[in-house]
């Protein structure tokens, strides 16, 4: 399975899918220490973003959450990579900032070319997304 | 991770906002939010220490909005706080930023000619910077305004394209606009309305006072997403601008339905402490003049009244013994920071104001009960014999 996609940060990432159907507020939603999503009631509370690959529609909420994933990459607990649904500027500034591949993809097509979990390859250089074999 | 912060992340954060070719503009001044602590927290001092230390500096005069601390004021915050503000701002002078303090630099510390080309973050300042001296700068962010500040140029995109500027959408209001605080409603309901398109403002009974245009614009900045509102018989080059047919009139009954949810009755009795609060954005030098003039004859306000102003303002202010005057009468000017202040954090203050951007961010960020008043109310209502 290979997924085209367009590249906003460019780079290689490998991990485990996280697919969040809801819009992440990283700051004050996510411990920037641990990268673990605090927001009550939110679909992925406790889950730990570290070294995931997340897809996410967008992000919500303050603007300073460019700062928050630029402080997690920091301490080596930000997603590997980013799957934005739609453009994101809170989102891509902050991987940008932290060195974090981001690329633009379909959200109905992640959900139906990919399991959440599975382990993929994320090439944002190219501009697509494999499935490990 | 020990990567650096280097001009080119700042190119690729430029460019991630841009589709398709990019295409470049040359600026010559920039203004940065996210200054305070309260708003960018650890996350935002962290990188803004590693930006100082990357030795990067801004190539643009850059000047930077208040922080949430005045240093020399007797209201005095959090220890962690005030530290970690002194850190922010510290880290910013040395990439270069000058020492302003404000969210109104086009008075004194940033003052912009027609048809300069800028990148301005806060947006009642864009809005400012654009509708009343007919500069040209998007909406920024806090980091595309870092980034622009750093590189001395901004995408082309939106209000930099040839039309940009064009308005979309016509709006005429018909009713009466008695004083500041309607102002602000009627700019919080355009931009409701508006949304990302730039409007054009017709006023049937025009109100002289640039304090109301002020407040019309922060109000819109609050609700909307345009980067400016052309306002007849105002804004630089009105005449010359093609009025959109598409045409929504505003009457006052949208004002108050909106006033409705900014604004509670403010206790009759101060059972919960009272304040009342003004500078949302800062104050200028004839604002708190006529703020004077307004106390003349009163002894002492029977409430606290605490202004916000620039250091710029405040020094001369202070110089032509303006602010003696206040301090007597029981009003706290403060200087360096603003009304989303360290103190007023979990404090439980009712928070009464003649700012609509006030009023929503008090309310929205820092919990607090707020309510609607002039400064003129205010006078009425607590300048008591």
């Known amino acids: ?133 | 991770m020990k990567k650096r912060v280097t001009k080119k992340v700042f190119k690729k954060i430029l460019d991630s906002i841009q589709t398709g070719k990019k295409r470049y503009i040359k600026i010559s001044s920039a203004h940065l939010s996210g200054i305070s602590y309260l708003n960018i927290g650890d996350a935002g001092l962290e990188f803004l220490e590693d930006l100082s230390r990357s030795g990067l500096k801004f190539k643009v005069r850059t000047t930077i909005n208040p922080g949430c601390v005045d240093y020399s004021s007797a209201i005095k915050c959090d220890p962690e706080v005030v530290e970690k503000q002194k850190r922010i701002i510290r880290s910013l002078k040395n990439i270069g930023a000058i020492e302003s303090l404000t969210c109104t630099p086009y008075l004194f510390d940033n003052p912009l000619k027609r048809n300069q080309k800028i990148a301005w973050a806060e947006s009642s300042a864009a809005l400012y910077a654009n509708s009343i001296i007919g500069a040209s700068t998007n909406k920024e962010g806090s980091l595309t305004a870092l980034a622009s500040a750093i590189l001395g140029y901004t995408v082309r995109t939106g209000i930099h394209l040839r039309n940009g500027k064009k308005p979309k959408i016509r709006f005429e209001y018909e009713g009466e606009l008695k004083d500041e605080v309607d102002c602000g409603l009627l700019g919080y309901v355009m931009g409701l309305k508006a949304g990302t398109e730039i409007p054009y403002l017709q006023i049937k009974k025009c109100i002289g006072s640039i304090l109301c245009y002020k407040q019309l614009l922060a109000g819109f900045g609050t609700s909307g997403s345009a980067p400016m509102v052309w306002i007849e018989n105002l804004t630089p080059g009105f005449s010359r601008v093609k009025k959109p047919k598409r045409k929504i009139i505003i009457d006052r009954a949208e004002l108050e339905e909106e006033k409705k949810i900014l604004s509670e009755e403010a206790p009759l009795f101060h059972s919960n402490r009272m304040i009342f609060v003004t500078g949302c954005p800062h104050m200028s030098l004839e604002e708190i003049k006529s703020f004077h003039e307004a106390l003349r004859n009163i002894e002492k306000l029977s409430m606290e009244a605490w202004v916000f102003t620039s250091r710029n303002v405040y020094s001369e202010a202070f110089r032509r013994g303006l602010l003696t005057d206040l301090f007597e009468k029981g009003v706290r000017v403060f200087k360096d920071s603003c009304i989303m202040h360290c103190s007023l954090k979990n404090s439980g203050i009712h928070v009464i104001t003649n700012s609509v951007k006030a009023a929503y961010y008090l309310r929205g960020s820092l919990r607090l009960k707020t309510t609607l008043k002039s400064l003129k109310e205010l006078v009425d209502e607590y300048g008591g014999k």
């Open chain 1, 1 to 133: 399975m290979i997924l085209k996609v367009k590249v906003i940060n460019t780079g290689f990432a490998k991990g485990a899918l996280l697919i969040s159907r809801q819009p992440i507020s990283f700051f004050g939603g996510v411990d920037p220490s641990t990268g673990v999503i605090v927001e009550k009631n939110h679909p992925l509370e406790g889950v730990n973003l570290c070294r995931r690959i997340l897809a996410v529609p967008s992000s919500k909420g303050s603007t300073v959450g460019s700062y928050v994933i630029y402080g997690l990459a920091k301490r080596g607990v930000a997603p590997s990579g980013v799957i934005l649904g739609q453009e994101d500027n809170i989102i891509s500034a902050g991987a940008i900032l932290g060195g974090i591949p981001v690329v633009l993809a379909d959200m109905r097509k992640i959900l139906s070319s990919f399991e959440n979990g599975e382990t993929v390859i994320l090439d944002a250089r190219r501009g697509r997304i494999l499935r490990l074999i």
